[in-house]
């Protein structure tokens, strides 16, 4: 199976992405990207496909320097026959309209967010 080298977001995620740079919650949009896939897989989220249109905005090696990303990915999740990076755009489109969301509702606290996922993995 062929990996993409360039990975992206579906085009309603990439503005929220862009939003939660331009409204200082995070410092950069790949660490935007980063954390939206991480909340994803401790939440054991089960992405469906981007639908519409899709923007790539990183290349693999900007985002997943050392291949932690791919590992975690591979390792919680069967992804088949689908490229994992294809996995991760899906995971990362979740993560980051629900990080949007708590953004909109006065309730995205990371802290929070790191404590939510502790109990999960505890569990």
């Not at 977001?9 to 950069?28: E, S, T, V």
């Not at 999740?77 to 006065?106: F, H, K, N, Q």
């Not at 990371?110 to 505890?122: C, D, F, T, V």
Request: with cysteine.
């Amino acid at each position: 199976m062929i990996e993409p080298t360039n990975i992206g977001i579906g085009d309603a995620a990439h503005a929220k992405l862009k939003a939660l740079c331009q409204d200082d919650y995070f410092a950069q949009m790949a660490d935007v990207y980063r954390f939206a896939i991480a909340l994803a897989l401790a939440y054991g989220i089960t992405p469906m496909e981007i639908t519409g249109a899709r923007q790539n905005v990183f290349g693999v090696a900007t985002v997943d320097p050392d291949k932690s990303l791919y590992t975690a990915i591979k390792t919680l999740i069967d992804t088949g026959d689908t490229p994992v990076y294809r996995w991760a755009e899906r995971l990362a489109d979740w993560g980051v309209i629900e990080l949007s969301r708590r953004a909109d509702e006065g309730t995205l606290d990371i802290g929070q967010i790191l404590e939510e996922a502790e109990k999960l993995s505890a569990n």
